[in-house]
């Protein structure tokens, strides 16, 4: 096995990615569950909240990646649990501007501490050196993936721009 040369699914980077996210997420998951009783969807939202207060629903789905129906009717039960507040916004009446409650504070810091508890605990196995050259490492990944997504786009659109061309008449192959 090579994750450069990978043999079977089994030895692709992203899929090794995947499983180890599905592992990894499971403990932090519980403990979101078990002592605040929100989900890792709650949490990113009350993240997002905490990080741009007064954002919009719209917003909010693009930019925390969550389908802007799922967001809506999270945002709703959320507000309704106490976590968020929603405010019609001044300039704009028809969106409503969303900010974190007290309680919504509460539960976010609290999320955090969690969140915190279990990174320190999944990154334990690394020395100071290698936890360095693993950030390093995402880093670069990270900046790959940007790029390729990039380029996968530019071909998407050139596929598309060439799929909405009329096509030239075929001639037909001489007979034989």
Same mark, same amino acid.
């Given at each position: 096995?090579?994750?450069?040369?990978?043999?079977?699914? &089994?030895?692709?980077?992203?899929?090794?990615?995947?499983? +180890?996210?599905?592992?990894?997420?499971?403990?932090?998951?519980?403990?979101?569950?078990?002592?605040?009783?929100?989900?890792?969807?709650?949490?990113?939202?009350?993240?997002?909240?905490?990080?741009?207060?007064?954002?919009? +629903?719209?917003?909010?789905?693009? *930019?925390?990646?969550?389908?802007?129906?799922?967001?809506?009717?999270?945002?709703?039960?959320?507000?309704?649990?106490?976590?968020?507040?929603?405010?019609?916004?001044?300039?704009?009446?028809?969106?409503?501007?969303?900010?974190?409650?007290?309680?919504?504070?509460?539960?976010? &810091?609290?999320?955090?501490?969690?969140?915190?508890?279990?990174?320190?605990?999944?990154?334990?196995?690394?020395?100071? =050196?290698?936890?360095?050259?693993?950030?390093?490492?995402?880093?670069?990944?990270?900046? *790959?993936?940007?790029?390729?997504?990039?380029?996968?786009?530019?071909?998407?659109? =050139?596929?598309?721009?060439?799929?909405?061309?009329?096509?030239?008449?075929?001639?037909?192959?001489?007979?034989?």
């Amino acid at each position: 096995m090579s994750l450069k040369v990978p043999v079977d699914l &089994d030895d692709f980077f992203i899929y090794r990615l995947y499983k +180890l996210l599905i592992v990894a997420r499971r403990g932090v998951d519980s403990a979101y569950r078990d002592e605040l009783g929100i989900g890792r969807r709650e949490m990113r939202i009350l993240c997002y909240v905490e990080k741009f207060p007064g954002t919009t +629903l719209k917003n909010l789905a693009e *930019q925390s990646g969550i389908d802007s129906v799922v967001a809506s009717r999270c945002v709703s039960e959320m507000a309704e649990n106490g976590l968020l507040l929603k405010k019609r916004n001044e300039a704009n009446h028809r969106f409503s501007v969303i900010s974190l409650s007290e309680y919504g504070k509460d539960i976010h &810091d609290r999320a955090l501490d969690i969140g915190r508890r279990h990174n320190r605990a999944l990154l334990e196995p690394f020395t100071a =050196s290698e936890a360095r050259w693993l950030e390093d490492a995402m880093e670069k990944l990270a900046i *790959q993936a940007e790029t390729l997504g990039r380029m996968a786009s530019a071909s998407e659109e =050139s596929n598309d721009a060439r799929a909405s061309r009329p096509s030239l008449p075929r001639s037909e192959p001489p007979a034989r």
